[in-house]
């Protein structure tokens, strides 16, 4: 995997994955798809939609702990704090050789540089929410949000999903 070549794409997938509008029921459909895929494909995740600052969907299927939970809520934070998916965090770190305590101050007991999480954009009106999943490796947490999202949205996916690693 070429760091530069997955920054760019995600550059891509955040324009790209925006919806025209976003609230309970949209978040509902989208985290009842996340949920009913991942059952689908047994997958041992966690998932979260939420508004900045009010969760709208929970679930965490056979096979999570309650740490999933709080991978969930750093993943979280660090999209708020960063209108950037966590992977293009996790990434950005990466490339600069840093952390976040190192660049920005933060403590990582509330940040975390991993993928999974998403922001929610709304076109016209900027980030309002997170997609977030915690359960799997980072780069997939991160592809199987991007792919739920894109389904969603009517986004084909060939045209956003990251180079296969």
């Not at 978040?27 to 939420?50: P, S």
């Not at 996790?90 to 490339?95: G, M």
């Amino acid at each position: 995997m070429a760091i530069e070549q997955d920054l760019e794409r995600l550059v891509v997938q955040e324009e790209r994955l925006q919806f025209a509008h976003f609230d309970g029921q949209a978040a509902w459909e989208l985290g009842c798809r996340m949920r009913q895929t991942a059952v689908d494909r047994g997958l041992k995740i966690a998932i979260e939609i939420r508004q900045i600052g009010f969760p709208l969907f929970f679930s965490a299927l056979p096979g999570t702990a309650p740490d999933n939970s709080d991978w969930i809520r750093r993943k979280r934070n660090v999209v708020e704090r960063f209108h950037r998916s966590s992977y293009a965090i996790a990434l950005d770190t990466q490339k600069r050789g840093t952390t976040l305590p190192e660049r920005y101050g933060v403590s990582l007991a509330d940040f975390v540089t991993s993928g999974g999480g998403f922001p929610i954009r709304v076109r016209g009106v900027g980030v309002v929410g997170v997609a977030v999943v915690s359960g799997l490796a980072q780069r997939d947490d991160h592809g199987f949000v991007v792919e739920m999202l894109a389904l969603t949205l009517g986004v084909p996916l060939a045209e956003i999903a990251l180079a296969a690693a």
